[in-house]
Structure formats: C-alpha cells, structure tokens
C-alpha cells in the first residue's frame, strides 16, 4: 500500500493547514447547518434563535504549564477561552460542556480547584455547566471544552464580512498576556537552576492576571447590543492580531492597513517588553492569548464605534491587491506575515 | 491550608462518584437549559425544536489501544459513542465537533486515516462535522467528540421516566464487544512474547467487528418513530447492562429484575465466552461497549414492542424497595451490583 508508506510529518503542514487538509472535503449536508469548519465557531439553526457552537482542547505541557498554573486559573481559562470564541460570532455564551482527563498524580482536592475556577467562569459570565466526562489519561492533564451560544440571526458575525473602507477595531490592549507568560517562564528558568530563589514577578499582576486569568469580552458584545452595533466581521484574538488580521483578510477577501503607532499596548506591557529586549509590537502581533476582538466597522458606524468604551481604530481594510500590511511609526511599510502553529506555542 | 494538605485519591471515588462529587453543587441557571448534567446528554431549548448535546473524551491507553484499533475504526468509534449518547436520548444526531491531540510519531497520513474513519460515520448517520481542533499532545492521542442532535419535546426520553410495571427492553444482543476485546488482548499478548506468531483471530468478525467498529442504534430511533411509540425511559449500553440498569433505577427511583433467559446473547459470543471460561451473563452484564439501548415501555405498549425489530423484553420494572435483582435460569435470584470505573476499563 502506497499510502501507508508515505510518512509526511504533521509540522510540515502547520495546525492551520492541516485542519483545511483534513476537512476542507467535509461538506455540510443538513439544513440546520448554517455554517460548519471555518469560523470562530459553527452556527446551527434549529427553528429558534440560532445556537453558536464552538470547542477547544487544552493538554498540560501543551498549551499550560502546572508549574506556574494554579488549577483554579486553569479551569477558569479553559471556560474563557472558549467562550471567547462565542463572542467573537457576536453571540453571548449560555452553556458548556467539560471533559478531563487526569492522572492519577492529582487528588480529588486538586480537581476541585480546577472545578471551583469553572464554576467561578460559569458564574461570572452567566454560563451553565450541562455535560462532559471525567477520565483517567496515562500521563497529564487534558481538557476539553465545548461552548454554546445564541444571538439573533441577522446579529451573527462572521470573519468574512470585512470589506474595503470599513475601520478595523480591537476592544482593549494587546501583547500583555505573552509579556506575563515571558515573566513566568524566566521564573521558572530561575527556579529550576536554583530552587532556592524566590520568584520575582515584580509585582506585575496585570501581565500575569492576562495571562493566568483572561477574560473573555461578553462585556463588549452586550455594548455593542446596546449601542445598535453590528460588526461587519470579527474574530478573537488567540494566537496574536497578526496572524488574526490575516484569518480575516482570507476570509473576507480583502487586505488591510494596520497602522503600529495606534495598536493599543498598555505602559507596563511597553516596559516589560523593553526589559525583556522584545520589541512591544511584535509582542501585540504575534504574542497571542489575549483574547480581545478584532472587528471591522462599517464607515457609517464610525459615530457609534467612538462612543464604544474602550475601542481602538487600528487601520482600515482595503482592497485584497494591497495586501495585509503594517505601517510602523516611522512611515513604513511591512507585509504582516501570520505566526501559528509554527510559533512553538501549539496552538 | 488544610485543604491543600489533605489527599484524597480519585479512584477512592469512581468514576460516577467523582462527577457526581464535582457537579452536585452546580445548578443550572438558564431557562434554555432543560436539562443539564445526570443523563446520556444535557437537552436545551433555544426556542426551536430542543437541542441534545454530549460529548466524550477517548484516550490512547485507557480507551483504546494503537496496537490492535486501526485508526479508521477509531475515528469511526469516537463519533459512534456519541451518536449512541444521542439516541438514548430518542434524539437523532445531527452534527459533530472533534478535536484531536497528537504527538509527532502520528504522520500526516494517519491522521488522514483517522478523519476517514470520522467521515465514513459521518455519512453513515447524516451528521456534520462542524468544528473542532487539533493540537500536539506531548504522548499519545486524545479525541474528543461532541455530539448534537434533536427531537420533538415530548419525544425526548430520559433516564429518569421508568415506572413499576414498564416492560424493561433491550436491542440487538450483548456482550460481544467485551469477547471481542478479550480475543485482541489475548492475541497481543502472544504477539508481544513472540513477534514472530500470526494472530489468530479464529475469523471472530462478528466478536471483533462489535468491539473495533460499533455502530448507534439511530436505527432504533427511527423504528420507534415509526411505530408511534415512546419509552418511557432509555439508557445507551457503554458500560455494560449492569452498570445500565442501575443507572436507570436510581434516576427513575424504581427497582428491577432481568432474566438471565431473556438476556440477548448471540452464539458466538455464548461459545467465545465458554472458551475464554467466562460466564456469558457476566460478559453481558459487565463487558460493555456494546451501545446498544436499554429502554423500558409502557405496559400498554407491549403489543406495539413485540412488533418492533430485534427487541428482547429482557424483564420488568417494580417498585424501588425490592431493589435491582438479575433472576438466574436456575430461578436463583441475585442482586446486581454496577461496575464503573473500579472495573478497571477507565469509562
């Protein structure tokens, strides 16, 4: 047999790749399908409102470290991110599903810490726990977590409805949540050199909060509700506004103009990227997990969008011909190229 | 912190006694939710026709074993599982979320195989695949599977709905997944003393077929549709008709008694079983795997039941205080105890 020995290795294709080559000759069958692989989540449509559907794995090792994660955060965050992705359909999250899988290493004292940081997510953003599994797995921990969602069906937005003209917007600040992680990967280094030294996180409690405890932005969603908003696309950002800008440029057929000096980086993410010799717009480029959003507005919308709390208008969407492209405080041009899987972050 | 000092092992709770531990204290809150934790999937209504949801986690060395699951039969069976979660519910499924987790031994075309396995069940049952994702996972393979489906309102079963006096059904037969599984463990163990032994399979297609390549019983779903009938309560068989049934009285708060007789049992696996010097009822009883549906009707559709294809009206149920009793063919009676996790198969 041909096929079997042919042996393509996995990195080769990256995750996003292999996710299109692995689904990209799935086709939706049914009806209540509205959309299926492709967006931050699938929408289905069965005679209500449409329900939002969306699922993430999170493996030790992988995507945390139990070093430097209490289990409470952890928990908390496997909820966050995936309501993240609710959001990012224009939809508020009302249920979840989660499943383990644990060694035998953690007690039934650590798996209730693990279980409290979900009931505190449930809580804080109105979400019922309504399923999952508990499983023993040979080696670390493993969870997996479904969200489901609903908003009016003219509502939903999706990655592929930018268009030329329309203002490109991110919700609150960017690169903070790789600067915390940078912070307690060197605390780690230092520590397993010299486990005698105590960590120094220089009391940077808001870098770190961004990394152990995101929050997911229902907040936003509701004020745009109110506002009478509807974003033309949006997307979260998970794996950084770089490779976030060119998901919904792919998607929506077109370019954008990103412009460097308006990206929002808050003071103490610019400074810690200084000492860490990192350059703070990679750091909000490429960095990820910070799960704010990026949407595009309508030109019309643009009244409405500056009365939105904590908005930034970063660039404009242009003509797929132009391309995806930063333009840095010193006037000049830069295609913005995408970081993925490839990144080392497997994610 | 005294919590923190404290150890309690997970396997001192069981699996159930572990779910149950970690979501007693959690109620729903969201009028969409019917129906949360504590059955085969959680039902929601979003203003349509009622949403079904379950998900499941398998893991490489606790669900299965690479060396004898051919990965098309495992991404079969990863959906199959959740599709049966379905239709015990009297729900047909209608779409599917997976994710995956692999470490770099897996090559591009494994993982090809493996997506096979999952479209060939997703055409085989109607279903889309609609989401999911895929990571690198430090050691082995995970799948997580999420399953959605629907059903009229009063159409949807619960475990919850047996009363004394409802006939207690089973469909198709039992135990031949578990006999299945013993011939491959028994061959892998001679394969691993000596490499060089063909494995002797004794054309066990059947045993082998029930075990690697599961099917739900949408079948069944449909046939009682057809036949304008509901039972009263349903349960899907994953860990074995002991573990089932006990399940079912405790959520109904009834009693039962099954007859050894009337226990489906095909002869392959009543002579597999001898070979193996197990009792067949046992194989039935604690095997597992088998995802077949237990069900219980209504006496006042018995005359609806007989006509229904390859039902086996396995006993009947009574009232809560004469407890969960397997009446032997030698009119002995027993009371059946449920096996779990403590069984040692991790589900």
């Known amino acids: 047999m041909g096929k079997e020995t042919k042996r393509t290795d996995v990195n080769e294709l990256g995750e996003f790749g292999l996710i299109d080559h692995l689904t990209s000759s799935h086709q939706p069958m049914h009806p209540s399908t509205l959309k299926g692989i492709g967006d931050d989540a699938a929408v289905l449509d069965y005679g209500g409102k449409p329900i939002v559907v969306s699922t993430d794995m999170l493996l030790e090792g992988i995507h945390f470290d139990m ?45 209730e810490e693990l279980y409290e940081g979900i009931y505190t997510a449930c809580r804080n953003y ?27 069906k003219q509502k939903i937005t999706y990655r592929s409805g930018a268009r030329p ?20 990967e060197r605390e780690k280094q230092i520590w397993q050199s010299n486990p005698g030294v105590q960590p120094d996180l220089e009391k940077q409690t808001y870098l770190i909060g961004r990394q152990l405890k995101p929050e997911a932005r229902t907040d936003m969603i509701v004020a745009f509700e109110n506002a009478g908003f509807t974003p033309t696309s949006m997307i979260d950002i ?7 800008v060119k998901h919904l440029c792919k998607e929506s057929k077109v370019g954008a103009l990103v412009e460097e000096g308006l990206v929002p980086i808050k003071d103490e ?31 019309k919308d643009l009244p409405i969008v500056r009365t939105l709390p904590g908005i930034s208008i970063i660039g404009e969407i242009k003509p797929r011909e132009e391309g995806v492209q930063l333009k840095t405080v010193n006037e000049k041009f830069h295609p913005i190229t995408a970081q993925g899987w490839q990144h080392g972050k497997g994610e």
Chains 1, 2 share one sequence.
């Open 269 to 299: 993410a610019q400074l810690m990227a200084l000492k860490f010799k990192l350059d703070p717009i990679t750091c909000a480029l490429s960095g990820g997990e910070d799960y704010e959003l990026l949407f595009t507005a309508a030109e």
């Open 67 to 111: 070093m430097y994660t209490p289990l409470k955060h952890l928990g908390y965050k496997s909820v966050v991110v995936n309501l993240s992705d609710i959001c990012a359909m224009n939809a508020i999250p009302r249920q979840i599903t989660v499943s383990i899988a644990i060694s035998n290493r953690f007690s039934v004292e650590a798996l």
């Open 165 to 184: 003209g329309d203002i490109l917007c991110v919700t609150g600040d960017l690169g903070a949540s790789y600067l915390g992680l940078q912070i307690l």
């Open 238 to 244: 998970s794996d950084g506004l770089a490779s976030e």
């Open 126 to 152: 109105n979400v019922d726990l309504i399923g999952g599994d508990t499983n023993s797995s040979k080696k670390g921990l493993v969870i997996s977590v479904t969200a489901l969602g609903t908003a009016d």
